[in-house]
């Protein structure tokens, strides 16, 4: 149990759906990230939070929209997505973007296993 | 730019086997280095990490030592066990542009035989 969840754990939709992904973590933090995890891929970060504030969108396509209400929730909203999309999207959390030291340390919620059909 | 190499996957080994997954690094500054582990079906867990050079981190049997001078951060176990099967993954935290971002590796996929 590392302090961040994640809901649904596995989600299948279909190409024309709209489905959201949510993120809560219970450590106090004011950064939280999305990443994107594939079979052949390395980690890739796509968003990046800091206080409620997007600070990093790595390129990511409009079908993925991020949302960050308060710093201890994150969602994102998909929609008419891809095959190729399918994959285990992580959400984490850390101290904040500019915390150096023992508090730069990220936690990772056990992700949510996307398939899209 | 900031990157992190692993060796190469998958790693097989028998129980009681000595482990080492080597991690090298390229970064500006003084970043803080990190080993993840994940297990099957699940997010990644901090399993140690070292902040400063000559720094050793250490977890559930496992160590790493930041080592400056060889730009490397090589995880290391006397005794493997099956329950450490897993990907582990080698990361670098830098703040020489500010803001932190983690740099991952791609990972090294280990399987413990009985």
């Not at chain 2, 060796?7 to 803080?32: H, K, Q, R």
Request: overall charge neutral; charged content about 15%; proline content about 5%.
């Amino acid at each position: 149990e590392t302090g961040v969840t994640q809901t649904p754990r596995h989600l299948v939709m279909g190409m024309t759906n709209k489905k959201s992904l949510k993120c809560e973590q219970h450590l106090g933090h004011n950064a939280m990230y999305w990443y994107k995890q594939s079979a052949k891929k390395p980690l890739e970060l796509m968003f990046v939070y800091n206080f409620k504030e997007q600070t990093e969108n790595n390129s990511v396509p409009s079908r993925f929209s991020p949302e960050c209400p308060n710093s201890s929730h994150l969602f994102l909203h998909l929609h008419t997505l891809q095959p190729e999309d399918s994959a285990l999207y992580l959400c984490a959390s850390s101290q904040d973007l500019f915390s150096g030291g023992p508090q730069d340390t990220q936690y990772f919620g056990p992700g949510t296993r996307l398939t899209v059909l | 730019g900031n990157s992190v190499t692993q060796m190469e996957g998958p790693v097989t080994l028998s129980e009681e086997a000595f482990l080492t997954i080597n991690c090298t690094y390229t970064a500006t500054g003084y970043p803080s280095l990190f080993w993840y582990v994940q297990y099957p079906g699940e997010g990644l867990q901090l399993l140690l990490k070292a902040t400063k050079a000559d720094d050793k981190g250490s977890n559930k049997g496992f160590e790493a030592t930041y080592r400056k001078e060889t730009t490397s951060f090589h995880l290391e176990k006397g005794s493997v066990q099956v329950s450490d099967s897993a990907v582990y993954f080698c990361a670098l935290s830098d703040h020489s542009q500010g803001a932190q971002k983690l740099v991952f590796g791609q990972g090294t996929r280990l399987t413990i035989n009985p």
